[in-house]
């Protein structure tokens, strides 16, 4: 490997260890043998895509979208200004976002007015200052660069790795329309994992559901082995995949991928082998969606040098009271429609949350009525209608432990930490934070609960992205003492109306009353008269 170049380095005042060394164009700390191995990989000067990864640059956003998504994405833009977002952002389509859609964008994305929710505002702006930056917003067609025989291979889930390839930036957050960041994004290059590794991925929701072992095999064998090590100079597997909960375990669900952070220069051929692995219906028929192709292309290309967030999927919406609660349980319970992502770093901070904003974002608040859950909670199908199109309000989230953990029980206590509800189409689910009462730590989560700032603050953001009682920030003012004056002009109507209700009540309580007692006094003389009548026939 006398053609690479690999000099021992100090970073940050550190020494790098003697089995480590220092990529030169990342400053990145590797194995000194993988880098050797990845390093003459990516030595072929005359590869176009050897070139094209010579110019990857910058950090940015990476959206994959169409018309369809015209509403999501404009309520994203919305809550990137209101997070001081100054990352570029780039848009990836087929030919499917029209011009007329980007036209409306870019307005969001770079109007000198903004709207903000009417009195959240007021309870946020003091906490969290906000400047409302425009947006720097790129559109990329991508559909010269696939040919008509793969289009077909890039549909639905797998549209994403379209945007995953053909962008110009080198670190990469990859989002969907409907992922909504609660942190400042540039926030996810500063984390743990992104630093040690230059990539931040985040685990999905750790429940019971399993794939078969032949499925789990199938992919541990498309892993390097010693002989492609020796033969074709990549890496050979190592517990950092075999060890995860996919592979080892059968467990069908691993990464959650509504938010993808990495460095695409240093994991090139992983990303392309994720593309490569979507040709093929015996690996995209194995896995559910686009989600574990992230972080099975790094590992089958032989770079395992990527990190998880620590967190898996937490619940993240209200407590439900303990008073709700069956009697004498001590699990907490918290029933969400939304995947939550809890910070590794300081095992507090809610990074992001998947499927928006509303609480339930299907439209199943009719059927919904039936089940028992509900009936408690609401007393009507409109009060349940309300409540589903309105933001989620999060005040807590609840970390479960570990879904290969059971604890049957007859104590009330739930035996898993999470359980899947049937409303909002199944998308509700509850999770638990202690499981049949145990005092085990295996069996044992925790929950993180939130101040009221940062409740309006979550909300205010739902506001935003739902297009929900928004107002021009130059108007507000003026919109508020509107608001105020109609509601003073309301409620002097509805003292009036009361007033002149008290009245004719009064008024049919006087009538009443003297017709109840003319009808007395008329009764009072015919007992009389009966009485005279019947003395008279007395004497007589």
């Known amino acids: ?33 993988n880098a050797r191995l990845l390093s003459k990989r990516y030595a072929r ?7 094209w990864r010579s110019m990857l640059n910058g950090k940015g956003i990476v959206l994959s979208a169409a018309d369809k998504y015209e509403s999501d994405l404009v309520g994203l833009l919305r809550v990137l200004r209101a997070l001081n977002n100054k990352l570029p ?5 087929k030919g499917d976002l029209s011009e007329k859609v980007q036209d409306n964008l870019v307005k969001v994305a770079r109007a000198d007015d903004v709207q903000v929710p009417k009195y959240l505002y007021d309870q946020i702006k003091d906490f969290t200052p906000q400047n409302f930056p425009k947006q720097e917003i790129w559109f990329v067609n991508a559909k010269r660069c696939i040919r008509n025989e793969y289009r077909g291979n890039f549909n639905m889930y797998a549209n994403k790795l379209i945007a995953y390839l053909f962008n110009s930036f080198d670190d990469i957050l990859l989002m969907d329309t409907d992922s909504i960041p609660l942190v400042k994004p540039i926030e996810l290059f500063k984390s743990g994992p992104y630093q040690r590794t230059q990539t931040i991925f985040f685990k999905d929701r750790f429940n019971v559901e399993k794939v078969s072992k032949h499925d789990s095999e199938y992919f541990k064998r498309l892993m390097p082995s010693k002989i492609d090590e020796s033969l074709f100079t990549i890496p050979k597997t190592t517990n950092h995949t075999l060890e995860n909960r996919y592979i080892k375990n059968q467990f069908r669900h691993v990464m959650e991928a509504g938010m993808v952070g990495i460095k695409r220069s240093t994991h090139f051929i992983g990303i392309l082998t994720s593309i490569q ?16 192709l992230f972080w099975l292309g790094q590992s089958i290309s032989g770079n395992e040098n990527y990190e998880f967030n620590k967190y898996d999927v937490v619940a993240v919406g209200e407590l439900t009271p303990m008073e709700d609660r069956p009697r004498n349980t001590i699990a907490h319970e918290l029933c969400s429609t939304h995947p939550g992502h809890l910070s590794g770093d300081d ?11 509303r609480y339930c974002k299907v439209d199943t608040w009719e059927g919904d009525m039936d089940q028992e859950r509900i009936k408690k909670k609401f007393k009507s199908v409109k009060e349940v209608e309300t409540y589903y199109k309105n933001p989620v309000k999060i005040n807590a989230a609840l970390i479960p432990p570990g879904g290969d953990r059971s604890k049957p029980n007859g104590k009330d206590e739930p035996a898993f930490g999470w359980i899947m509800t049937p409303p909002c189409k199944g998308y509700l689910w509850c999770a638990y934070d202690i499981l049949g009462g145990s005092t085990d730590p295996k069996d044992r989560g925790a929950y993180v609960e939130y101040d009221n700032v940062t409740e309006y603050r979550n909300e205010y953001l739902g506001k935003l992205w739902l297009n929900q009682d928004l107002v021009d920030l130059s108007k507000y003012e003026v919109q508020i003492k509107v608001d105020e004056e109609k509601e003073r002009i309301k409620k002097a109507k509805e003292e009036n109306e009361k007033k002149l209700r008290e009245e004719k009540e009064r008024k049919e309580k006087e009538e009443r009353e003297r017709r109840e007692n003319e009808e007395k006094e008329k009764k009072e003389k015919e007992q009389q008269e009966k009485q005279a009548q019947d003395g008279n026939d007395h004497l007589i």
């Open 277 to 292: 692995l979507n040709f093929w219906t015996a690996t995209n028929s194995r896995i559910w969606g686009d989600k574990e």
């Open 347 to 357: 095992d507090f901070t809610l990074l992001w949350i998947n499927s928006g904003m």
């Open 45 to 51: 000067s005359n590869c176009f895509l050897n070139t």
């Open 89 to 93: 952002i780039q848009i990836v389509h």
């Open 1 to 33: 490997y006398e053609d690479v170049d690999l000099p021992y380095s100090v970073k940050n005042g550190e020494e790098v260890s003697d089995d480590q060394t220092t990529d030169k164009d990342t400053g990145t700390k590797v194995d000194k043998f």
